[in-house]
């Protein structure tokens, strides 16, 4: 059977399934990219292409209604029993259409641009994530959950977000630390201002020492990293994973930060899934630019 028959034989088993979620009146949001996308009433059968989507789905109490997700779609614990269609960069195209979706949800600057095209293809409509800022959180908890059907759950969700946003900006401190932010073990990888994550460290306070690279996450060397000097080094990595660098680090003591002992490890998980738990990510990066230790400023004088 070819794919657009498989397809089209799917939806209209989904359709004939009779589920009182079907009566609703049509569903209308514009997506990410600028995208009209209209739906019959709340989706039933869901696939998520991104571990942050499925995180935004589930706390938007639709995560009964996932039929399919990606790798690494691990939070809540229940998305881990969701089944998988593929990774960040492969997906079957396949055994997404068997699983009679009524809607994809696929994140714009995710690497399966190929199968998502041809899913849209089949007539199976795709809603486009982009959440690259930290304000765009809130935008894409109301657009999902109007689109779930779950519009009040979604504009509770962004009003509690953005309050969170604003009370870490009011506190955050005016003389925060020089910061290095580590993504990668093998190779330096860090974030600029163009990155949400950047934008977190700018937002908590502390001065990003790569915030005018033009790449959002650039690789840096060693001596330029102990050249900025940083005040503080926040390692990313996910949790039970060790990282290298936490003790290649103190073979350079004339960096502050490791003269200080300010090196801290932050949860990857939260700090880099553009999802519902960015913000506590970006609470305990606060936390960490906060307590950084009194000396080390005081050593600037």
């Not at 001596?223 to 005040?231: G, L, Q, S």
């Not at 990857?268 to 009194?294: H, N, Q």
Request: charged residues 20%; hydrophobic residues 45%.
């Amino acid at each position: 059977m070819s794919l657009r028959l498989l397809a089209g034989t799917c939806l209209a088993l989904a359709l004939l399934a009779g589920d009182p979620l079907w009566a609703a009146a049509p569903l209308t949001v514009v997506d990410g990219e600028g995208r009209t996308v209209t739906l019959d009433g709340p989706p039933r059968r869901i696939v998520s292409l991104a571990p942050h989507i499925t995180e935004v789905v589930f706390d938007l109490g639709a995560g009964d209604r996932l039929v399919g997700t990606v790798r690494f779609s691990d939070w809540p614990p229940e998305a881990k029993d969701v089944p998988r269609v593929g990774d960040a960069w492969s997906a079957s195209v396949e055994t997404i259409v068997a699983l009679m979706p009524d809607l994809v949800l696929a994140w714009a600057d995710g690497g399966l641009g190929r199968p998502v095209a041809q899913i849209e293809a089949l007539g199976i409509p795709v809603y486009f994530d982009v959440t690259k800022t930290l304000d765009q959180i809130a935008q894409s908890q109301e657009r999902l959950g109007t689109l779930l059907g779950a519009s009040e759950t979604g504009a509770t969700r962004a009003r509690a977000t953005r309050a969170r946003l604003a009370e870490l900006r009011a506190t955050a401190p005016d003389d925060g630390p020089r910061a290095f932010f580590q993504i990668a073990d093998q190779n330096l990888y860090t974030v600029s201002g163009a990155h949400f994550i950047g934008e977190a460290l700018t937002l908590c306070g502390a001065s990003n020492i790569f915030d005018a690279q033009p790449l959002a996450v650039p690789t840096v060397g060693v001596e330029t990293v102990v050249a900025a000097n940083p005040e503080l080094i926040v390692i990313s990595r996910p949790l039970g994973v060790e990282h290298t660098w936490e003790s290649k680090w103190l073979d350079y003591p004339s960096v502050a930060a490791v003269r200080f002992g300010q090196i801290k490890v932050i949860n990857a998980d939260l700090i880099s899934r553009p999802g519902t738990r960015l913000i506590d990510g970006v609470a305990r990066l606060c936390e960490m630019i906060g307590s950084t230790d009194g000396a080390l400023r005081a050593n600037r004088h």
